[in-house]
């Protein structure tokens, strides 16, 4: 088991991280969500000291990033759709995002593009709340991070989802 960090501990590194943060709150533990300043753009923005050490920055900057993919994926043995937004790069999806979800067995079924971050995650709250009288499709033990995003295909035909994130409504 890990030592609790301290509150110095704590705000170095904050410091420093990829994204250099200023905590602006007593420090309780690393998943616990927390309010920053950024030191590059002066917002205030709460995540966790582990999001903000794995490399998360300004949530703030990170919705006014440009095009942007919805993302639907499949996943055979699950028998579950997972819906996601990725940020474009050079014309095409990031590639991490979506290989590592690949690399667990999840398959690309249908993409659109977004001008801005702020429509493609408009987009994805439609389909979520298209969603929401529906189980997960998968539980957190399967999936670490997205379980939430996530429905069993018992319940939703491919052809509905597709004409949300189409639509983007």
């Known amino acids: 088991m ?16 990829k994204y250099p943060a200023q905590l602006l709150e007593p420090y309780k ?3 616990v969500k927390y309010k920053y300043r950024f030191l590059n753009c002066g917002h205030e923005w709460e995540l966790s000291l582990n999001n903000l050490v794995t490399g998360r920055g300004c949530g703030a900057c990170y919705l006014d990033l440009g095009p942007t993919y919805l993302y ?7 028998k579950a759709f997972k819906i996601g937004i990725t940020a474009v790069e050079h014309g095409r999806p990031w590639d991490s995002r979506i290989r590592q979800f690949e690399y667990k067995g999840w398959t690309l079924v249908h ?8 429509e493609a995650e408009a987009a994805e709250q439609a389909v979520l709340y298209s969603w ?16 939430g995003e ?3 295909r018992v319940y939703v035909l491919p052809a509905d989802v597709l004409a949300i994130m189409d639509k983007g409504d």
């Open 29 to 31: 533990g690393r998943m």
């Open 2 to 17: 890990t030592r609790k960090l301290t509150q110095e501990e704590a705000e170095a590194k904050g410091l420093d991280a």
């Open 132 to 147: 929401r009288y529906f189980p997960d499709g998968v539980r957190p033990e399967q999936m670490k991070d997205g379980y």
């Open 150 to 152: 996530t429905v069993s």
């Open 111 to 118: 993409k659109v593009k977004f001008e801005t971050r702020a």
């Open 72 to 78: 639907l994926l499949q996943h055979e043995g699950f």
